[in-house]
């Protein structure tokens, strides 16, 4: 079928505010759609509203910790189509010492950048997530604007509701 290129949507959680105008200006420059979140709380909303493709995750926020909101993503019940549990997640973070990177893998963050860190490594890490993540949502869902398709488990979501389908 033929599914048009979409721009990918990237969370940018991130408190400091020069660091995620920072981010989401050089994102944008890249041709992606950046969302900015200065919370948890924000970002969990955003993440139902938007449908990021990808979330760059700050660990360090005023109302929780960035993990949180990884946790809440891998917790998600895919039936209910309105947030991909395996939506890929970068954590960006000062803490820099091998206990804080370790945690952030188990809690499941897939990749995790410490700064000070390169904007162009960043988007080389950003890139290469995007990419893993499209192959294997070409093996499950398709999406197309508000329209989701899971072909393999026949069911159809449009801005997240699941619409029932006839056999
Ligand atoms: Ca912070």
Redesign the pocket.
């Given at each position: 079928m033929g599914v048009q290129e979409t721009v990918a949507t990237i969370l940018v959680l991130?408190?400091?505010t020069a660091?995620r105008r920072f981010l989401a200006d050089n994102l944008a420059a890249d041709g992606f759609e950046p969302v900015e979140a200065e919370t948890v709380a924000d970002a969990k909303r955003l993440v139902v509203s938007e449908y990021p493709d990808l979330g760059i995750i700050?660990?360090?926020?005023?109302d929780d910790d960035?993990l949180d909101l990884v946790a809440f993503v891998r917790k998600a019940d895919r039936v209910s189509g309105r947030i991909d549990p395996e939506m890929p997640l970068l954590v960006l973070?000062?803490r820099t010492g091998e206990l804080d990177r370790l945690r952030g893998f188990e809690r499941g963050a897939d990749d995790y950048v410490v700064k000070p860190f390169s904007y162009p490594e960043l988007r080389a890490r950003v890139a290469a997530l995007l990419r893993r993540s499209e192959r294997r949502s070409g093996l499950g869902r398709v999406r197309v604007g508000a329209l989701e398709l899971d072909p393999v488990a026949r069911q159809v979501w449009v801005r997240g509701e699941q619409v029932k389908l006839s056999r």
């Open positions: 991130e408190d400091h660091t700050d660990l360090g926020l005023p960035g973070s000062g």
